[in-house]
């Protein structure tokens, strides 16, 4: 704001509104970013056969269900992840897929996520804090750091068992940069913290404004 001269007192209207867009950049990524994305991925990781069929079908069955109607060019591509990682070109990304995927679901997490979450033999590590079982699965989002404004989804399970739930119950936790699930259940979620969160103000003391 450009004013004549400097202002001798600041007065606050309770009653002013005003609409700021902000870049999804600047927030915490989030699943929901992944679904509002105009152009999305599922990549594919996980171990699926006739005899025994992976929970993770389920994610993909809802998504064929909803984008039934809509033009063939406008619906979620659906293809199994390549042996180098490489992602679509454009768009958010959402990966599916458990431990005989994890060297390259890791590799993903390690170029969008650094080190806020990692995988292991053992289990999962988020925000510093290892967690280890059977019945672990972990959904996490971060920022494409070649895409601004687009993000990659993981959803990786420790077991078929431990995404039973989970997929069936995805797209309801699509606020939270992460979430740890527990034998089906949220143990842990949160957001990542952004540079944005934090903010300095100085009072020059010799200076004053009222």
Same mark, same amino acid.
């Given at each position: 704001?450009?004013?004549?001269?400097?202002?001798?007192?600041?007065? $606050?209207?309770?009653?002013?509104?005003?609409?700021?867009r902000?870049?999804?950049q600047?927030?915490?990524?989030?699943?929901?970013?992944?679904?509002?994305?105009?152009?999305?991925?599922?990549?594919?990781?996980?171990?699926?056969?006739?005899?025994?069929?992976? #929970?993770?079908?389920?994610?993909?069955?809802?998504?064929?269900?909803?984008?039934?109607?809509?033009?063939?060019?406008?619906?979620?591509?659906?293809?199994?992840?390549?042996?180098?990682?490489?992602?679509?070109?454009?768009?958010s990304? $959402?990966?599916?897929g458990?431990?005989?995927s994890?060297?390259?679901?890791?590799?993903?997490l390690?170029?969008?996520?650094?080190?806020?979450?990692?995988?292991?033999e053992?289990?999962?590590?988020?925000m510093?804090?290892p967690?280890?079982?059977?019945?672990?699965?972990?959904?996490?989002?971060?920022?494409?750091?070649?895409?601004?404004g687009?993000?990659v989804?993981?959803?990786?399970?420790?077991?078929?068992?431990?995404?039973?739930?989970?997929?069936?119950?995805l797209?309801?936790?699509?606020?939270?940069?992460?979430?740890?699930?527990?034998?089906?259940?949220?143990?842990?979620?949160?957001?990542w #913290?952004?540079?944005?969160?934090?903010?300095?103000?100085?009072?020059d003391?010799?200076?004053?404004?009222?």
């Amino acid at each position: 704001m450009t004013l004549p001269a400097r202002p001798i007192a600041i007065d $606050l209207d309770p009653d002013f509104m005003a609409f700021r867009r902000i870049p999804r950049q600047s927030l915490s990524p989030v699943l929901n970013h992944y679904v509002t994305d105009r152009q999305r991925s599922v990549l594919t990781a996980f171990t699926d056969e006739p005899d025994h069929p992976s #929970p993770f079908r389920d994610v993909i069955a809802r998504i064929e269900t909803q984008e039934r109607q809509k033009p063939v060019g406008d619906r979620t591509a659906i293809v199994a992840l390549a042996q180098d990682g490489l992602l679509p070109q454009e768009g958010s990304v $959402l990966v599916l897929g458990g431990p005989e995927s994890r060297q390259r679901i890791q590799a993903i997490l390690a170029t969008h996520c650094g080190k806020r979450a990692t995988l292991s033999e053992r289990g999962v590590t988020v925000m510093g804090t290892p967690h280890e079982g059977p019945g672990l699965a972990l959904l996490v989002s971060c920022h494409r750091v070649d895409r601004p404004g687009s993000v990659v989804t993981v959803l990786y399970a420790a077991t078929p068992q431990a995404v039973t739930k989970v997929a069936r119950l995805l797209f309801f936790y699509g606020w939270n940069s992460f979430v740890l699930f527990k034998d089906g259940a949220a143990a842990v979620r949160g957001e990542w #913290p952004l540079a944005s969160d934090r903010m300095e103000v100085r009072l020059d003391a010799s200076n004053p404004i009222r």
